[in-house]
């Protein structure tokens, strides 16, 4: 009667989850109707500015030529007038362009969000295969990356960093104190209710990974790292004064009538031919920085968003302080916006040429930007860093947008019996509407789990890993309630052959359980969760129930949790090195009207049914 009771009551709560999780979908179907109703008004006003730019244009030749021709002196000013309106139309066009390319960018991530709601997400096209490690088989088995996996799910992560620091934390689960873990979950539920935040910063995000493209942020931050106190020679620094102070001087004469125009053009020539020699000097200070050029707007923009909220979470706050501020990182590239286009005259080879001749202009630009490496260099790498942070806790955070999630407590390995207790437990990659829950409440030592094809052995084993590495990481999960020790996890579940190598499908198998009992061996003292699916299934039934009850008593000493996943009711009879039975949970088909169904649903025991002949059946076979 209780369990029917609970049965009944967590299906209701499921019909509430789902109903938000309907609304908060619509609240991104409603913005994305916004952005779109944005972009139509943006597009009108960009083809009205494209259109009276051309006509200015157009107007302002045929006056000026008018004027200059025939004198007319109304034609001229009238041109040069339009010619005023025609820079200004370029000016207001191209921010116009700016915000129609930057609405397009939001319209892509509201659009992602949609697809989370449902099982469109596979189709994102960053699923973390490229961070995938020869031999990481957990994040495989229990598709923490690539195809179809976890990452590919939540990962709103545009900068290399901030890719790459989800995919580690996925793949290798640090083991975090408490404090920490409750501080990455604040950060996470704070950024969690900013959904305008979210989408701007993503949008940002994805404008910067374009400009990534063409520069590489790493060799910036080591170019700010290196040699911070280091400047220009001092023979280089005293010609930077010297020579412009003397070329504008003969100029200044000129000028004035006190000398003939030949002083100041061979001063021209003599600054012109020094700045072309001795470039190496000036690039060696300079080209690092303008490479970088293209990433700096993008940096800044996310900074300044940042910088402009004010969040509940201390640690978010502590990211947000280190970007703001008179030496803050914002700052910083905010100086190097204004350089990196005081450079980009370089583009303009006269003007470059004619500054170069009076100014020694790349050595100017290279002093400032010794003086500003030497002011913000150091700071750099920690802004960068900051904002990759940002970009993981945001990836954390989608979790608890798009499904229905709980807070899991991770407690102390010192404790005397490890035990995993969950309520209403689900795999965070099904779709809500079909997904179903489970309860567990399950001890250390062995636990066998029975039941026939199909009935979710196996899904249920990835629900629960999953589910811990999120817990571990100090993300949301998907449960009501999920407590657990941290324990080191080995999976052997997707185990395939390898034919170049000459490794069957059993011997890669024993290899997998192999390192499991090599991990124990050397670490007697860490508890570790050992999930291993269908046991040695690539050999005959005699053998495996032997070589399986070896393995796994011998991978259940200590405080340790091995979960295995079988089809050999033999093996649910097994006793742990200490004497402890094997603790049985199974999965049950029944069937409607011939047909055979499924609840989905672990009940405590061994499994008394099978299934295979109505599998066959139903594939067309006569059994």
């Known amino acids: 009667m209780n369990?029917?009771?609970?049965?009944?009551m967590n299906d209701e709560l499921h019909m509430e989850s789902n109903r938000k999780k309907n609304v908060e979908r619509i609240d991104f179907e409603n913005m994305r109707l916004e952005i779109d109703k944005t972009c139509v008004g943006l597009d009108r006003i960009y083809n009205t500015l494209s259109a009276a730019r051309a006509m200015v244009f157009l107007a302002a030749i045929v006056c000026l030529a008018i004027g200059l021709k025939d004198g007319v002196l109304p034609a001229t000013i009238l041109g040069i007038v339009l010619v005023v309106a025609f820079i200004a139309l370029v000016s207001v066009h191209s921010r116009v362009a700016q915000k129609k390319d930057f609405a397009e960018q939001k319209k892509k991530v509201v659009s992602r969000y949609i697809s989370r709601y449902d099982e469109s997400w596979r189709g994102i096209s960053d699923d973390g295969s490229q961070y995938i490690l020869e031999g990481d088989t957990v994040s495989v088995d229990i598709d923490l990356l690539g195809p179809s996996s976890?990452?590919?799910?939540?990962?709103?992560?545009?900068?290399?960093?901030?890719?790459?620091?989800?995919?580690?934390?996925?793949?290798?689960?640090?083991?975090?104190?408490?404090?920490e873990l409750d501080e990455r979950r604040a950060a996470v539920a704070d950024l969690s209710n900013r959904i305008d935040f979210a989408v701007e910063f993503e949008a940002l995000g994805e404008k910067l990974e374009k400009a990534s493209k063409k520069s590489n942020i790493a060799s910036f931050v080591e170019a700010c790292e290196e040699g911070v106190n280091e400047g220009l020679p001092v023979w280089a620094q005293l010609c930077r004064i010297l020579l412009p102070v003397a070329e504008l001087t003969f100029i200044l004469l000129f000028a004035f009538g006190l000398t003939g125009y030949g002083y100041a053009l061979v001063g021209f020539m003599v600054l012109l031919a020094f700045s072309w020699l001795t470039k190496p000097v000036t690039d060696r200070q300079t080209v690092p920085f303008v490479?970088?050029?293209?990433?700096?707007?993008?940096?800044?923009?996310?900074?300044e968003l940042v910088a402009g909220q004010q969040?509940?979470?201390?640690?978010?706050?502590?990211?947000?302080?280190?970007?703001?501020?008179?030496?803050?990182?914002?700052?910083?590239?905010?100086?190097l916006g204004r350089l990196s286009q005081a450079?980009?005259?370089?583009?303009?080879?006269?003007?470059?040429q004619v500054l170069c001749g009076v100014l020694l202009w790349d050595y100017q630009l290279a002093a400032i930007m010794c003086r500003w490496k030497r002011r913000y260099g150091e700071g750099i790498a920690q802004a960068v860093d900051a904002i990759s942070e940002i970009e993981f806790i945001s990836s954390l955070a989608v979790l608890k947008r798009v499904r229905h999630t709980g807070t899991a407590e991770v407690y102390s390995t010192e404790a005397s019996a490890l035990c995993v207790a969950a309520k209403n437990l689900r795999h965070p990659l099904i779709d809500e509407s079909r997904v179903v829950g489970n309860d567990a409440d399950m001890a250390e030592g062995i636990i066998i789990i029975t039941g026939s094809n199909m009935s979710g052995k196996t899904t249920f084993l990835r629900t629960l890993a999953m589910n811990l590495v999120l817990a571990y990481i100090g993300a949301p999960v998907c449960a009501d309630s999920l407590k657990a020790p941290y324990m080191k996890l080995f999976t052997s579940m997707r185990i395939t052959d390898d034919v170049a190598h000459g490794i069957s499908t059993f011997y890669a198998e024993?290899?997998?359980?192999?390192?499991?009992?090599?991990?124990?061996?050397?670490?007697?003292?860490?508890?570790?969760?050992?999930?291993?699916?269908?046991?040695?299934?690539?050999?005959?039934?005699?053998?495996?129930?032997?070589?399986?009850?070896?393995?796994?008593?011998?991978?259940?000493?200590g405080h340790n949790m091995v979960m295995v996943s079988t089809h050999d009711f033999e093996l649910c009879e097994l006793e742990s090195s200490s004497g402890e039975k094997a603790s049985n949970y199974h999965f049950e088909e029944h069937y409607e009207?011939?047909?055979?169904?499924f609840d989905y649903r672990m009940k405590e025991g061994r499994c008394t049914t099978t299934n295979a002949r109505a599998i066959l059946r139903m594939a067309g076979f006569k059994v």
């Open 291 to 303: 490479t970088a050029g293209y990433m700096i707007e993008g940096y800044r923009d996310m900074m």
């Open 593 to 597: 009207d011939d047909r055979l169904c």
């Open 510 to 557: 024993i290899l997998r359980i192999k390192a499991m009992a090599e991990y124990r061996e050397k670490y007697p003292d860490r508890p570790m969760l050992c999930m291993i699916d269908e046991i040695f299934k690539g050999t005959n039934s005699a053998d495996r129930i032997v070589g399986a009850g070896e393995a796994i008593r011998r991978l259940a000493t």
């Open 311 to 335: 969040f509940d979470s201390g640690k978010l706050n502590t990211l947000r302080q280190s970007m703001d501020g008179e030496q803050g990182a914002l700052n910083a590239f905010r100086g």
């Open 3 to 8: 369990k029917a009771l609970n049965k009944e």
């Open 150 to 179: 976890l990452y590919q799910l939540i990962n709103v992560a545009h900068t290399e960093a901030g890719r790459k620091r989800l995919a580690e934390e996925l793949r290798n689960v640090p083991e975090y104190s408490k404090d």
């Open 343 to 352: 450079y980009s005259i370089v583009f303009n080879p006269l003007i470059h």
